[in-house]
């Protein structure tokens, strides 16, 4: 409780109690349709307890009537931000079902195409979380930037968001004979542009006072809320896919895994802008060495894996994604169980922000990174 | 620890426990009524230490219900996968692991409301995703879902 004021005029204690205010599900610090309601006293918060469920399309339910090629197009509905990525957990896992192993230039290819969009997610992220704090540059910054990858998407496979670009057995088309070139433009602009996105938030006052010990995290929690991704790191948990089980060509290149012991929304913000410049030199490592070959396998029309159980993990922009799938042997799987980074993220907000003000939990949220699509599911 | 060394931990917990190597994990199924202490044994000896969960789902099949928990320790690396056995379909219950997992929380109320399995001893077990008032449970096997949009 607050501590006690006394009435001037008459000379009582003022009295205080708790209230509950509801925060979304329209507010535009959500990014979504996210419904938290509130306890607070003034303005401290004293517990935030998540309302779900608003977009939710009961996608695993779908799924276990879909065939595999359908449910990969379900996928980048999800995290919409890590289409990619997701649609290349469902094709993993169906490989590993059919024990298919992907030609070098289907593996490379889909390296590249991850890391353009987590590099297009980070960016997203970055603008809107500066436009979160009050900075509209940030958020216009951010876009343009991502417009470059998101035309290369677009020539690549004709989508710009949801891009089903990976199918089971490989890819939906070849790259556009572009790509390289376009890709290699990309890389070089952007390398430029970054140390500009340092100049305009990370050595702000304003911008650190915000964040610094904002929403702490501590390594332990992370691990036992199973906060994965840029903000598990932050707190000092390695727990990067692509460096713990390698998949595709991540074993054939270079990189750190970004970690910081802070735990703070700072160290969230610092964690994610190290990624980009990771994953820039990830992308420079294989562009200019795409292997010729195929870019598919052979699969059969319809696909049925044989009866079991398959588990593949992947690491998108928000952390680990998994997908886990039991088959009885048909043309769709049993049961479909999508482990979604954001749902776990989620699940850690209402301790990071116990004792927050109400602006801090904006910060927090959007350190977090959360996509409402991927926690509804 | 290697997958023999997991089995005989898991075995001096729970004697009843079946081995099943399959979608890259070890695989132990067990009777509900042992998943709370076999869990805080895993999670607390120094040998195994599993502090990460990182999946928690269930599965319905016709004679019986499934609660899965895919484990991961940070210190040691390895993974195991429990199967815990709920036989009454009907009304099937199970402990919580919330008091171990704090991220089993949220977990737990996804599998109650989409499943109808109640957790016991969980801090808050409520729907989750669907309207208090929703009769049944979508991801149930025997489910009649008479708005299905892909069969329509």
Known sequence: ?377 | MDQEQLKETVLSVAPETEFEETGGFLNVTIPSARLHDLALHLRESEDTLFDYLFCLTGMDWPEYMIVVYHLKSTTHGHSIVIKAKIENREKPEIDTVSDIWRTAEFHEREVFDLFGIVFRNHPDLRRIFLEDDWMGYPLRKDYVDEVNIIEL
């Open chain 1, 1 to 377: 409780m607050a501590e006690t004021h006394i009435n001037t005029i008459s000379g009582k204690p003022l009295e205080s109690q708790e209230y509950l205010i509801n925060m979304g599900p329209q507010h535009p610090s959500t990014h979504g349709v996210l419904r938290l309601l509130l306890t607070l006293d003034g303005e401290i918060i004293h517990k935030v307890e998540p309302h779900l469920g608003y977009i939710h399309r009961s996608i695993e339910k779908m799924c276990e009537k879909d065939s595999y090629t359908q449910i990969v197009h379900l996928t980048d509905r999800m995290d919409y931000l890590s289409s990619h990525m997701n649609n290349e957990a469902v094709s993993l896992a169906v490989e590993q079902g059919l024990e298919l192993e992907m030609p070098e230039r289907v593996k490379v290819i889909r390296t590249i195409i991850s890391e353009l969009t987590r590099l297009s997610s980070h960016q997203l992220w970055w603008g809107v979380f500066g436009m979160d704090l009050g900075a509209i540059t940030t958020f216009l910054y951010g876009f343009r930037d991502r417009e470059m990858i998101i035309d290369i998407f677009e020539e690549t496979c004709g989508a710009r968001l949801t891009m089903n670009y990976n199918v089971p057995g490989g890819l939906m088309f070849d790259i556009h004979p572009n790509f390289q070139k376009r890709t290699k433009a990309f890389v070089a602009h952007f390398k430029q542009k970054l140390p500009e996105y340092d100049q305009l938030l990370t050595g702000n006052v304003i911008f650190e006072l915000r964040t610094k010990g904002v929403g702490i995290l501590s390594k332990e929690d992370a691990i036992s809320y199973g906060v994965t991704g840029p903000s598990g790191r932050a707190s000092g948990f390695s727990n990067d896919v692509r460096k713990h089980n390698p998949y595709s060509a991540y074993s054939q290149v270079e990189f750190k895994e970004a970690l910081s012991e802070e735990g703070d929304s700072y160290a969230r913000y610092k964690v994610r802008i190290q990624e980009m410049w990771e994953s820039l030199s990830i992308i420079e490592q294989l562009i200019d060495n795409i292997p010729e070959g195929d870019y598919k396998a052979k699969t059969k029309a319809v696909i049925k894996l044989p009866k079991g159980e398959y588990y593949q993990k992947v690491e998108t922009a928000r952390g680990e994604f998994g997908v886990y799938i039991i088959s009885e042997g048909g043309k769709s799987p049993y049961r479909l169980k999508f482990r979604s980074p954001g749902f776990s993220n989620l699940s850690a907000l209402d301790h990071m922000a116990k004792g927050a003000k109400i602006g801090d939990l904006v910060v927090i949220m959007s350190t977090l990174d959360l996509v409402i699509p991927d926690i509804d599911r």
